[in-house]
């Protein structure tokens, strides 16, 4: 294992004591951590393994395989190998001397049966949900995390340049990243991205071509895509990319763990005008946006900031989908996993924090004709906000 | 939206059909299905949308987004649609003049807290874990499955010839896949790769040459590799491909849907005489277990005739991990998941039935030093066996 990408001592220990603080508020006595973001966010390690918090102390890792690799990577002191998840229980009690009257479970992850699992296996507990609180630490990232996502955001950066440079007509949107996979996997392009919620299902390039961009789908997303099958009707389909049409690229990329996802608008020789102007009124848009950010103002402030401009350039119709299939979102967590919490939405009242990373990204659909749109991360700061993307934020006419 | 991929009504009715005498046997009244690739099964589309099942009768479909769509791939007829989940009770008291007193949901995806809003929902129901029956029923494959599956072995072994005719020293195993990622994706390469367990991650490519192979990890395979990083600690590492080392190529595919998933020895120039002997042997033992195939076998025949010819062999240290870390299952089922019910794996009583499609994978570790493996897609026939991998049953020394 390359000691660079191990998390500091520090990282694993501050996370912790700030989880307890949260279980100490809401009466939760222990933390049996499982799902594996979460379980490298509290560790360090992302083996086939198993972490209990006590809300006081030190936690405990239970590792079914692979206890070398885990003892390498974790800075957890108490590291336990086990042969069966059955044995922790009786792990726990003969450690702490008792068993949490109230645990708490990752309730947004967990399926049904394996929480019937568990239910049997701590018999006696009253399990609450610990994925809020497991979410709200999450959202703040460390100074450590921030230059992690640094790391990533210079690599995605080298690939949308790689991206500028080699773009060329001819292929379908489904082959089109084959002309940047082979540079990409040089940044580290090819680990696998993580999203939490198991109907969403995440995948690195999302681009769509000319009239591809109008396909309205599936996805809670302004556009869809024709994608390469009903099985899966989202993404890059059959469509060839040709010369003077807009193109959008959305690519979601991962390193050491953290993910960037950023989208710019392309076009090979020329884009046609009315998808030059969408395409700078949705930077308009994003730059709006991104001037009003600063600790305190509401997610709802943002989303309405982000509708009010676009009304105001003209695009009410086509900003975040067509009329009836508009989302309701401008963007949204990101970090260990490419979708965190919160969601900049409509509505949503809680405020902006120092430490928090969103992607950012409006949309236009232009229903059977293209999309326009852009993406970036970045940080809210103590004073405002830094761009965490280093792809300029322009049209890629190449 | 390519008609050559829409599953056929008499599929679709067909499905129905089963499940309804599942449902019956088990008593329950109805099925709410909500998972993507259950949803695909017993409607041929795969949008935001439910899909209610009642015990007897037609099916109703309720469509988040995108309507049109789902109209053009379902041929179910009852299809509405929602603006919201909330709906759906109200909309199944209307069409079918009751709710069903027994409810099936899908327990093993369900996450808790999902499950906990479908039982305020649905208010007073019985609610019954419905994944075993549906998983009983997608382990048998059609003709029409079958052919897709074809479709799909007909491109991935095309995806391997290119690997042997192209691959070469000097990348890394993240790397490697960005010489063979612009062909394969003009065979369809890029869509996403869907697996069931919350805790695995599938990922297309996992390149383990040399030492790598050694490598033991958290996965549930011989062999995990040193992978990307501690977030994602399994696959190809940074090591680099070198000529006369043994490497092992497990790709998984996916089209229309249907998935593929198999491996091959490959080495660039020659080979060692330990790995090549060891790779010979494992094909051995693959074939060996193939000669059982046939219906009324238990899995747990198979697996122990793949033990007994790996210790005949000599292999009995190296084969399925290293002492201690053994696995304890040669294959799975495969389709429109890459991992399905059943496992092939120790002590399983379970017979082997007509219809079944296997993705058949021993390996053998030798620690710190290499792993060599194979993996084929069979399928059970009436008499015996049809291996539907296209690839030679060989060493690729390139």
Chains 1, 2 share one sequence.
Request: aromatic share 10%; proline share 6%; charged share 25%.
């Amino acid at each position: 294992m390359n000691s660079q990408f191990t998390v500091p001592s520090q990282e694993i220990e501050n996370r912790r004591l700030k989880i307890q603080k949260e279980m100490v508020r809401e009466n939760v006595e222990g933390l049996f951590i499982v799902q594996r973001v979460d379980l490298f966010y509290f560790s360090g390690t992302a083996q086939n393994a198993f972490l209990y918090i006590p809300v006081e102390g030190e936690p405990l890792l239970f590792v079914k395989k692979y206890l070398p690799r885990a003892r390498l990577e974790s800075p957890i002191k108490e590291i336990v190998e086990i042969q069966s998840v059955k044995e922790i229980p009786g792990l726990i009690r003969e450690y702490y001397e008792t068993l949490p009257a109230v645990l708490g479970l990752e309730f947004d992850v967990l399926p049904v049966s394996e929480f019937k699992f568990y239910g049997n296996l701590f018999g006696g507990r009253t399990f609450v949900d610990a994925s809020p609180m497991i979410q709200r630490l999450r959202m703040i990232k460390s100074d450590w995390e921030i230059a992690q996502i640094e790391h990533t955001a210079d690599r995605s950066s080298k690939i949308f340049d790689y991206m500028r440079r080699n773009i060329r007509a001819g292929l379908t949107e489904m082959e089109l990243p084959g002309l940047f996979e082979p540079f990409a996997r040089t940044m580290g392009y090819g680990a696998r991205l993580r999203v939490r919620d198991y109907q969403t299902e995440g995948y690195p390039w999302h681009i769509l071509s000319g009239r591809s961009g109008g396909i309205v789908g599936l996805l809670d997303s302004p556009a869809s895509g024709e994608g390469p099958s009903a099985a899966f009707p989202c993404g890059g389909g059959s469509k060839r990319v040709v010369p003077n049409e807009p193109i959008m690229i959305d690519f979601n990329f991962v390193f050491n763990g953290y993910h960037m996802d950023e989208t710019r608008m392309f076009a090979i020789h020329g884009m046609p005008s009315k998808a030059l102007k969408a395409s700078r009124a949705i930077m308009e848009i994003h730059n709006e946006v991104l001037g009003q950010v600063k600790p305190g103002r509401t997610l709802d402030e943002l989303f309405q900031t982000s509708v009010h401009k676009a009304e105001a350039l003209g695009y009410e119709r086509a900003y975040l989908g067509p009329p009836g299939y508009k989302v309701r979102f401008i963007g949204h967590g990101i970090g260990l996993e490419l979708i965190e919490h919160p969601i900049i939405a409509q509505g949503k009242q809680q405020a902006l924090e120092p430490g928090m990373v969103f992607a950012l990204e409006p949309k236009m659909v232009f229903q059977g004709e293209f999309a326009a749109g852009i993406e970036s991360v970045f940080l809210v700061t103590e004073t405002g906000y830094r761009l965490m993307s280093k792809v300029p934020v322009d049209v890629f006419v190449c």
